[in-house]
């Protein structure tokens, strides 16, 4: 059966990655060549640039890849047995000494590094990282836990750091006790007032739901749940967490400003902290926040961004197929999540607490000092 233009491509790729993936296995990102990938995968070099638009986005797409492998390891039933879990996951996948085959991850840090623009990056990813971290520990009792999970993290980079630069330094089961120790430090952790510049507007537009995959669960979601659906670029990602911090279903769209490079780099980082809390965690604590990367941009779209990049900051609270509040810039999560808008009658009237109805007069009511204010109950289970 003669294949699809679609398909042909998906084809291709698929054989480009696997092909990429043995050249970088053998001979180490540096040395490795396109050339030898193409002839790996059968395809001309063309056919490797059209897929990708060069050595070190290939290079992160299959690390991408390989992050997505479940982790080791059975839930723990506390936070401090989730943690060792975690990180005993973490430190399997690291290479025990000089004798073993080359570490794919190897050159990870120092293509992060030799880039401004992907450094840049790499630092707020490893915040939402850590943010997704901290939300699984506090499953288990009350209080943040994201700064222990900063420091479970710096931890664990540092062992993968040294892994590299010094095969069968260290004693892994030693770092695996030093992160379960963590769990029981009192760093301080609280939860602060929302730098807000957005402004929040009541709306009442429809809401074209997409598909994606959700990168802490592995699954493929459906963004049409009530909640809020979040448009971030990679600068603004660590106010992924607002939202949540208001009880409210959260799903942050993750953009960049070089797709084709940072994507990748974006699925690797936040999947590389998921999968392993996917087999440390029980399900019932994981997080309640998707975290999804928009390829093409279309799931930005239908949150009303055309023109996505690092900056981007741009929340829509979704309620019932609609979109029901619009925030752009800074806090944008937390105002649309704390705007009031009131819900209409059955039959289309005046709101059930008589204010004016539509966009217009929900504008002209809704007041900067409004959309600061922190977070009530009642504020945040009507909208």
């Known amino acids: 059966m003669r294949l699809s233009r679609a398909q042909a491509q998906d084809r291709n790729r698929a054989k480009v990655l696997a092909a990429a993936r043995e050249e970088f296995a053998e001979r180490g990102f540096r040395e490795a060549k396109v050339d030898a990938i193409a002839e790996r995968a059968e395809l001309t070099r063309g056919a490797v640039y059209s897929n990708f638009p060069g050595k070190r986005a290939l290079y992160f797409a299959v690390l991408a890849e390989e992050a997505v492998v479940g982790g080791v390891g059975e839930p723990g039933l506390s936070a401090r047995e989730a943690m060792g879990a975690f990180a005993r996951s973490w430190v399997s996948r690291l290479p025990l000494s000089t ?218 609270r979704v309620r019932g197929g609609r979109v029901v509040a619009r925030a752009e810039g800074r806090g944008a999560g937390h105002a649309v999540g704390t705007l009031r808008v009131a819900k209409r009658t059955a039959g289309g009237g005046e709101p059930e607490d008589g204010r004016g109805g539509g966009a217009a007069s929900a504008r002209e009511g809704a007041s900067r000092e409004g959309v600061r204010r922190e977070a009530r109950e009642d504020d945040t289970t009507e909208v």
């Open 99 to 316: 004798d073993d085959r080359r570490w794919l991850a190897a050159d990870l840090v120092p293509e992060v590094l030799s880039d401004e623009v992907t450094r840049r990056a790499f630092g707020p990813l490893t915040h939402l990282g850590a943010i997704l971290l901290g939300l699984a520990l506090e499953g288990f009792g009350p209080g943040r836990a994201v700064r222990v999970a900063e420091a479970a993290l710096t931890t664990l980079h540092g062992a993968s750091t040294l892994a590299a630069a010094a095969p069968g330094f260290g004693e892994p089961f030693n770092v695996v006790r030093a992160c379960e120790q963590l769990v029981d430090l009192d760093l301080g952790d609280e939860w602060g007032p929302v730098p807000i510049v957005a402004e929040a507007f009541a709306v009442d537009e429809p809401w074209a739901a997409g598909q994606g995959v959700d990168l802490v669960t592995g699954e493929p979601v459906e963004l049409g749940d009530d909640g809020v659906v979040s448009v971030l670029g990679t600068r603004w990602l660590a106010s992924a967490e607002q939202p949540v911090r208001l009880g409210l279903p959260t799903t942050v769209v993750v953009v960049t400003d070089v797709p084709a490079e940072l994507n990748p780099l974006a699925r690797l980082a936040v999947a590389d902290v998921a999968v392993h809390l996917r087999g440390a965690f029980p399900r019932s604590i994981w997080p309640r926040l998707r975290v999804v990367v928009d390829d093409g941009g279309a799931l930005a779209a239908r949150a009303g961004v055309r023109h996505p990049d690092g900056e981007t900051e741009v929340a829509v």
